[in-house]
């Protein structure tokens, strides 16, 4: 077990050192492969025999890729149970990007499922020798004595030290995994190439190699750098958005005093460089500013082997090498290496079943941490086909988080050389990719810019952020990164207090949307089955659901609107297009009379906040939109200005009164323009989705993909209310609710206002923080924003009790209401008042505005 040592330069507080680490290590020399495997439990000769074993005819599942993903894919299945599985290798076991890794496991991940997933590989690292007899070269906790030895300190103003991290051989652990795999009956092949994937009605059939077919029921895409091509050579294309860039690392030889096996890692994140000891001296790479994407035209295993060195372009990281660890200026270097890397769009892998394609699986994209993750991410894509579902939530991971216009190789070429550089970056909150911009843009888009609009990004679809007034400094509002009260606090608090006190309008036209329509009662058996509340309605009500798996958990969470007696318009969030239509797709019955439709690109969607927009829309319908004429939750397609067919709702997604309009995109302008003219009377301005988040966390709402996730269930979140008992209709979840319902909530979502915490002086808290109870450690936050109602920070998250005798406590009211919390933000504990339910009495108690509004304070005067 090795250690690793991060080192920082920056004048930043040593709080903040946990926020720099976003990435361990990457790539190192291999070994030379062990040799062909040729039967189920025995290896073969290490010389390739002239007649290669036949492959089976058939199997149940075809893994592509012999390298440290996909050998520890089938170990997994095979561990659970699975037969019939062959893994297949264009060229040797383990002879790709594995041989040429650094070796470096390190469990400080940025988000809580890579970390979960590299502890497990470390456990797992560990372990295999004892189960297979190949050795991993993972040095115990007792070898390491001292620091390391060779590190310039001098301007470092603070370090953070990994004991448990650890340095393995990635050659001998895919051959372990592969040793274990072949001992459990899994067939492995060498110099098979898989052609394509063979699919009929949506489902995987066969694969077809160059040694022939195999028929089959899955199929998992292991293929690393050749993942996105195999995807596409498929009958069905099946995007797997990933593009290769090259790294390089430099070898030396034994330093006069060798470095032992034991010595620390080193990842200096201000040089953008890792060392770490190897043969007595060193192996250091690092991810420089300005990567180079590889392949985007394709690539073989050819121009793998075959890669060139580049000293200029490693000149920047020998520099940084140099000047923490001095004493290398008189080692002697033994190698270059150049080998390529393959980077995702967001800098996490890829992961799950892929959306059309019932059967496809895929594991690929490793962002330079494959040997970290390849144990825990194999342990749960082996669940998720075993079960239905992985035992931890991946939404993160999921493939299914991207669609088909992230797989453009322009969009994935430019993307990677930002992605790259920002493994060893500060990565302050809600900081936005500058590449790849503009792919999905409202009709609105020209418009909000020119009136000040900055712009975020979520799933490929511009949005905007906040709008800058006119006069204010542009420059620095674009460059606000930091970790403390930011620069657009006072923007965005304007904009909030516009929504609370007269109108304001929101473009939320990235929203997901769908309908489902059929020619009896299909539509609505198949919403009762997926839905927790109950869709039988009268025309025109609006449901807030949540969809749910069998373990009561959300899958997606929406409203849904009754448009016609057999027609249901679904809304979701953003990031949901992919996954749930998917899911829907997944329990349809192949039924021609029952119909879905994504009409996310047909609807443009404003809403209006604020007690002034019944005023707007009322003057623009000439109908009256008082509580009486237009209850809460209710929906009527009207006219708005000239244009008709306006799907006009009575709910904001913030608790606020106002509405959401659902416009056909041909007449958005006309509408918005007519919204805004019609409006300046009563103070309306533009606001972003930074004021609809503050509102929603200061009313208690929580969000799927934040707060809600497929292990939260709506007794969890307090939603029990929004759950069919009353009813006999079985729907999905059910069983698993009532039990839980029975039993007690082991985990329970409350609020928490900061109290003690300097808004302008102190770290704010953004998510992720740890709560304590009483002193203990009970929970983290999953979402945080600054409520200009309560003046006061507001966190949301989960929060359960400790147990006694290993199994979950159910936890009580009491428990909630009688513990003292805390919040931790950097290391600094912060009092916290917490609450299960939104506190009401409060904002009206410290709500400050006049009873006569002036208007023209919404005016810009």
Not at 646 to 656: A, D, F, L, P
């Amino acid at each position: 077990m090795h250690c690793s040592c991060v080192w920082s330069s920056r004048a930043l507080s040593p709080a903040l050192l946990p926020r720099l680490l976003s990435h361990a290590g990457c790539w190192a020399p291999g070994t030379k492969p062990r040799g062909i495997w040729s039967s189920p439990r025995r290896l073969a000769s290490a010389v390739e025999t002239t007649q290669p074993i036949p492959l089976p005819s058939q199997a149940r599942v075809v893994i592509c890729g012999g390298g440290i993903v996909g050998t520890s894919v089938a170990y997994h299945l095979a561990k659970l149970g699975w037969t019939e599985i062959v893994l297949l290798e264009q060229g040797r076991l383990g002879a790709g990007t594995t041989r040429l890794c650094a070796g470096i496991v390190s469990v400080a991940k940025p988000i809580s499922i890579e970390c979960k997933m590299a502890d497990y590989s470390n456990s797992l690292y560990e372990h295999l020798e004892e189960e297979t007899g190949v050795k991993t070269a993972q040095y115990s906790l007792s070898e390491v004595s001292k620091l390391h030895p060779l590190v310039n300190i001098h301007d470092l103003v603070g370090a953070l030290h990994l004991p448990g991290d650890a340095v393995v051989s990635p050659p001998d652990v895919n051959h372990a995994l592969a040793t274990a795999a072949a001992g459990h009956g899994v067939q492995i092949h060498e110099r098979t190439t898989v052609n394509h994937v063979m699919m009929e009605k949506g489902h995987v059939t066969a694969v077809e190699t160059d040694r022939g077919a195999i028929e089959c029921e899955y199929f998992v895409n292991c293929a690393g750098q050749w993942a996105y091509e195999l995807g596409q050579a498929s009958e069905t294309k099946v995007s797997v958005p990933l593009h290769g860039c090259e790294h390089f690392y430099l070898l030396s030889k034994p330093l006069p005093e060798p470095l032992q096996p034991s010595t620390p890692v080193v990842m200096d994140m201000d040089g953008r460089i890792y060392v770490r000891a190897w043969q007595g001296g060193v192996l250091s790479g690092g991810f420089e500013k300005n990567p180079k994407p590889i392949f985007t035209e394709g690539r073989n295993q050819l121009e793998i082997q075959t890669m060139q060195e580049d000293w200029d372009h490693f000149e920047p990281m020998l520099s940084a090498l140099l000047r923490r660890m001095p004493e290398l200026e008189v080692c002697e270097i033994q190698q270059l290496v150049n080998c390529p890397e393959s980077f995702t769009p967001d800098m996490r892998c890829l992961m799950g079943e892929t959306p059309g394609v019932h059967g496809y699986f895929v594991l690929a994209g490793m962002n330079a941490s494959g040997l970290a993750f390849a144990g825990g991410a194999g342990k749960y894509l082996a669940e998720w086909m075993t079960y239905g579902y992985p035992t931890a939530n991946v939404w993160p991971l999921d493939i299914k988080r991207f669609g088909n216009l992230q797989s453009s190789r322009t969009f994935l070429r430019h993307r990677v050389m930002e992605v790259m550089p920002l493994l060893y970056n500060l990565k302050v909150p809600r900081w936005d990719f500058q590449t790849g911009r503009q792919l999905r843009t409202s009709p609105l888009y020209d418009r909000l810019d020119t009136q000040g609009a900055r712009w975020m990004e979520k799933h490929g679809f511009e949005r905007a952020k906040y709008f800058i007034p006119a006069g204010k400094d542009l420059l620095s509002l674009d460059a606000s990164k930091t970790f403390y009260k930011p620069d657009w606090f006072d923007i965005v608090g304007a904009e909030v207090k516009c929504c609370k006190e007269a109108v304001c309008v929101i473009d939320m036209s990235s929203f997901t949307k769908f309908e489902l329509t059929s020619t009896d009662d299909q539509a609505l058996a198949l919403l009762q089955h997926l839905c927790a509340n109950d869709l039988d309605v009268p025309v025109g009500h609006i449901v807030h659901t949540g969809m749910l798996n069998e373990r009561g958990g959300y899958e997606n969470d929406c409203s849904v609107v009754r448009v016609k007696k057999n027609s249901f318009f679904i809304i979701s969030p953003t990031d949901q297009q992919v996954h749930c239509w998917s899911w829907l797709k997944k329990h349809m019955p192949d039924d021609p009379q029952l119909h879905l439709e994504d009409v996310s690109w047909k609807y443009t969607a404003l809403n209006l906040i604020g007690p002034r927009a019944m005023d707007v829309l009322g003057e623009l319908s000439y109908v009256s939109m008082t509580p009486e004429h237009f209850p809460s939750l209710f929906c009527k397609e009207m006219s708005v200005g000239y244009a008709n067919g306006i799907r006009v709702m009575s709910m904001t997604h913030t608790g606020e009164p106002g509405f959401m309009l659902y416009i056909p995109i041909e007449y958005a302008l006309h509408v918005y323009n007519e919204v805004m003219s019609v409006g300046q009377k009563y103070g309306i301005r533009n606001a972003g989705y930074y004021a609809l988040r503050s509102l929603r966390i200061e009313k208690f709402f929580a969000f799927w993909g934040q707060d809600l996730d497929p292990f939260t269930t709506p007794l969890e979140c307090g939603r029990e209310f929004r759950v069919k008992f009353d009813t006999d209709i079985d729907f999905l979840g059910r069983a698993s609710l009532l039990h839980q319902r029975q039993e007690g909530v082991s985990r329970r979502f409350i609020m928490l206002v900061l109290e003690d915490h300097d808004t302008e002086l102190d770290l704010w808290p953004w998510w992720g923080e740890p709560i304590y109870r009483n002193g203990e450690l009970c929970g983290t936050t999953t979402s945080s924003a600054y409520s200009y109602t309560l003046e006061r920070h507001v966190c949301l998250g989960f929060v359960s009790p400790p147990s006694l005798d290993g199994s979950p406590a159910a936890v009580t009211p009491d428990f909630i209401n009688r513990g003292d919390y805390e919040v931790d933000i950097a290391g600094q504990r912060y009092p916290a008042k917490a609450k299960l339910y939104p506190f009401s009495s409060l904002f009206a108690q410290q709500r400050r505005r006049k009873d006569e509004m002036e208007l023209s304070n919404f005016q810009g005067k």
